[in-house]
């Protein structure tokens, strides 16, 4: 069936020229809905990056604060190196001058005959020098006193003094007193006492001071060579007076 159009000729030209124009307006329509989508789309992101911004900003304020919180903690540690460093220098001085005692009362445990006994020792090291040059003996010298008792033989107390002779940090060895004493114990014995000089040697000990462990290097494998001798002379010494006492008896 033909469609007639029954409207005027000016009708029909007008609706042929708003066609097109409805047309153009639904486009731009459609073009300005995609353009507010994208600009939600792009304000949607921005926002969700900007909040991840801001948890970041709050957790570095929040490390800032713990940190502060820390350095004001150890604020009054501050200027601890500068005052090692100052102290330093003393702390190996005394390091350097310092007199062995440890090893001292090791070697002495072996020169001790068996047939003497200690009874009391006094003893003063030489006095702490920052400046005294290294591998050079402390002047004056320390000073330390023996007193003990001996089987009654005179010989016994003059095997103690060579024996304290033997040992690298005593020098001088000279008996000041004798006395045999018959009451005191149940056999007879000699109370005696002996004078010696105590020789520090600078550096011996060490250079500076370590504060960390020492390393296996620095721990000895073996007895020092001056107290594996002293050991053998107070052997010898044992022997000699087992010999000495066998022979009394059968006398």
Do not use: C, H
Not at 173 to 187: I, M, P, V, Y
């Amino acid at each position: 069936m033909r469609r007639i159009n029954l409207l005027p000729p000016e009708e029909r030209r007008r609706g042929a020229v708003v066609a097109p124009r409805r047309g153009v307006v639904g486009i731009l329509l459609i073009l300005g809905a995609l353009v507010v989508l994208i600009m939600v789309g792009v304000y949607v992101v921005y926002m969700v990056r900007l909040n991840n911004v801001e948890d970041q900003i709050a957790d570095l304020d929040q490390q800032i604060a713990q940190q502060n919180a820390r350095l004001a903690e150890l604020s009054p540690y501050r200027d601890l190196q500068a005052r090692l460093d100052a102290k330093k220098p003393v702390a190996d001085g005394i390091v350097r001058t310092r007199f062995a005692w440890d090893e001292f009362l090791q070697g002495l445990a072996f020169v001790i005959p068996n047939t003497t006994a200690l009874e009391g020792m006094t003893a003063t090291a030489s006095p702490i020098n920052l400046e005294a040059p290294a591998e050079e003996p402390l002047s004056p010298p320390g000073a330390v006193t023996f007193t003990g008792v001996s089987l009654p033989r005179f010989e016994n107390v003059s095997d103690f003094v060579v024996q304290m002779n033997t040992l690298r940090y005593l020098s001088n060895s000279t008996l000041t007193s004798a006395e045999l004493d018959r009451e005191t114990f149940a056999r007879p014995a000699i109370n005696f006492e002996v004078a010696s000089e105590l020789n520090t040697l600078v550096g011996e000990s060490g250079t500076e001071l370590r504060i960390e462990d020492g390393t296996p290097s620095e721990v000895p494998d073996e007895i020092p060579s001056d107290q594996a001798s002293a050991s053998a002379s107070a052997r010898a010494a044992e022997a000699q007076y087992a010999n000495a006492g066998s022979g009394s008896r059968r006398r």
